[in-house]
């Protein structure tokens, strides 16, 4: 059956949507390694990002409950980071005894040195899937339009997103939507294109 997206709700994410997000996020974000280390890190994740409180986060759903995409931003990325790494420490470490872990674990090792994108812009998009049976229909345009208006309730004016290089239909969607390539930086080893967007006052 196809769901007229008149008929798909936005609203918040809460702890009893991380199953079906973890499941989305794994089924369908190509090119992250984060997604690699496996469905129980990411329901450590998942939880310990909801539980800070500059996380503004969003799911998308049908009219049977089925989850169709979901969005998750931060409004201070450094206070997110403080909170969440020393939560996952233990995860991350499980998630990476394992042969493709320690290639990984490899990669996060190596973040450590890599450089941050300049200048500091404290809002961040980090993530944003859509399931496949959901896609061109605006849902992710939704998506970014709830979390937007969040923001400029508490009158943000800028933020970034950072997308794996060759991801060119995911650049393409971000260019389309009013977002400006700023730089790219090696992230775990590999090329990420960093775009920011400025939101009307």
């Given at each position: 059956m196809t769901?007229?997206?008149?008929?798909?709700?936005v609203r918040r994410m809460s702890s009893a949507d991380i199953a079906a997000v973890v499941d989305l996020q794994v089924a369908f974000l190509e090119g992250?390694?984060?997604?690699?280390?496996?469905?129980?890190?990411?329901?450590?994740?998942?939880?310990?990002?909801?539980?800070?409180?500059?996380?503004?986060?969003?799911?998308?759903?049908?009219?049977?409950?089925?989850l169709?995409?979901?969005?998750?931003?931060?409004?201070?990325?450094?206070?997110?980071?403080?909170?969440?790494?020393?939560?996952?420490?233990?995860?991350?470490?499980?998630?990476?005894?394992?042969?493709r872990g320690l290639r990984?674990?490899?990669?996060?090792a190596r973040s450590l040195i890599e450089r941050e994108p300049r200048p500091y812009i404290p809002a961040e998009?980090?993530?944003?899937?859509?399931?496949?049976a959901f896609r061109r229909r605006g849902i992710g345009?939704?998506?970014?339009?709830?979390?937007?208006?969040?923001?400029?309730?508490?009158?943000?004016?800028?933020?970034?997103?950072?997308?794996?290089?060759h991801l060119e239909i995911a650049r393409r969607f971000y260019r389309a939507l009013g977002f400006e390539i700023e730089q790219e930086l090696a992230v775990l080893g590999y090329p990420m294109t960093y775009l920011t967007k400025r939101l009307p006052s």
């Open positions: 769901v007229a997206p008149a008929d798909i709700v992250s390694i984060v997604t690699e280390l496996g469905s129980r890190f990411l329901t450590r994740l998942h939880a310990a990002a909801l539980g800070h409180a500059s996380t503004r986060a969003f799911v998308a759903v049908d009219p049977d409950q089925r169709a995409g979901f969005i998750m931003a931060s409004t201070d990325v450094h206070a997110f980071n403080r909170h969440v790494k020393p939560k996952i420490v233990v995860p991350l470490a499980l998630a990476c005894m394992t042969p990984i674990g490899w990669s996060v998009l980090l993530l944003l899937v859509v399931g496949s345009q939704r998506l970014l339009a709830a979390f937007e208006e969040a923001f400029r309730r508490e009158a943000i004016a800028i933020y970034r997103v950072a997308v794996r290089s």
